[in-house]
């Protein structure tokens, strides 16, 4: 085989898995939703819902974690049964992004069913004094590691 059809050939498949590359990447990803925005939610498809944790709304039942995603700016909120690993920062009234589903049959009409692992919480810096912007804060997932999000 002569070598410029080789280095042609090279050439072929790195671009080939280049472009594989950054088709899977980009559709992989999704846009967060938050609870409003879910009412439209089709059963069984998977959703990013990111909100705020409602105070008073955590509740272990066994291994099901069970709590309520509202707004960040109030208002609208859903129940979430989730189940695996939960990051240590997870209280209430903090800032969740969890990737869920509607179940085809639930108890709740608004309760989706979280993915086992995929909860992470926004940490508020240790070194913030509430002045700067919230939406710079850290997000962390059950291993405290940070993660981007963007």
Same mark, same amino acid.
Request: aromatic fraction near 6%; glycine fraction near 8%.
């Given at each position: 085989?002569?070598?410029?059809?080789?280095?042609?050939?090279?050439?072929?498949?790195?671009?080939?898995?280049?472009?594989?590359?950054?088709?899977?990447?980009?559709?992989?990803?999704?846009?967060?939703?938050?609870?409003?925005?879910?009412?439209?939610?089709?059963?069984?498809?998977?959703?990013?819902?990111?909100?705020?944790?409602?105070?008073? @709304?955590?509740?272990? +039942? %066994?291994?099901?974690?069970?709590?309520?995603? &509202?707004? *960040? /700016?109030?208002?609208?909120?859903?129940?979430?049964?989730?189940?695996?690993?939960?990051?240590?920062?997870?209280?209430?009234?903090?800032?969740?992004?969890?990737?869920?589903?509607?179940?085809?049959?639930?108890?709740?009409?608004?309760?989706?069913?979280?993915?086992?692992?995929?909860?992470?919480?926004?940490?508020? @810096?240790?070194?913030? +004094? %509430?002045?700067?912007?919230?939406?710079?804060? &850290?997000? *962390? /997932?059950?291993?405290?590691?940070?993660?981007?999000?963007?």
């Amino acid at each position: 085989m002569p070598r410029t059809l080789r280095l042609s050939f090279a050439i072929v498949a790195a671009v080939s898995l280049a472009a594989a590359l950054l088709y899977t990447s980009f559709l992989g990803s999704a846009e967060a939703r938050q609870p409003s925005q879910m009412a439209s939610a089709e059963v069984g498809k998977s959703y990013q819902l990111t909100g705020r944790v409602v105070k008073g @709304s955590v509740k272990r +039942d %066994g291994e099901i974690l069970r709590f309520r995603v &509202e707004d *960040r /700016d109030g208002g609208s909120s859903i129940a979430v049964a989730y189940s695996g690993q939960v990051p240590d920062p997870f209280r209430e009234g903090r800032e969740v992004i969890v990737t869920v589903h509607k179940p085809a049959e639930s108890a709740a009409a608004d309760e989706f069913t979280g993915k086992p692992d995929s909860l992470i919480t926004k940490c508020p @810096s240790k070194f913030d +004094d %509430g002045t700067e912007d919230p939406s710079k804060m &850290e997000w *962390r /997932d059950s291993s405290n590691r940070v993660v981007d999000v963007e």
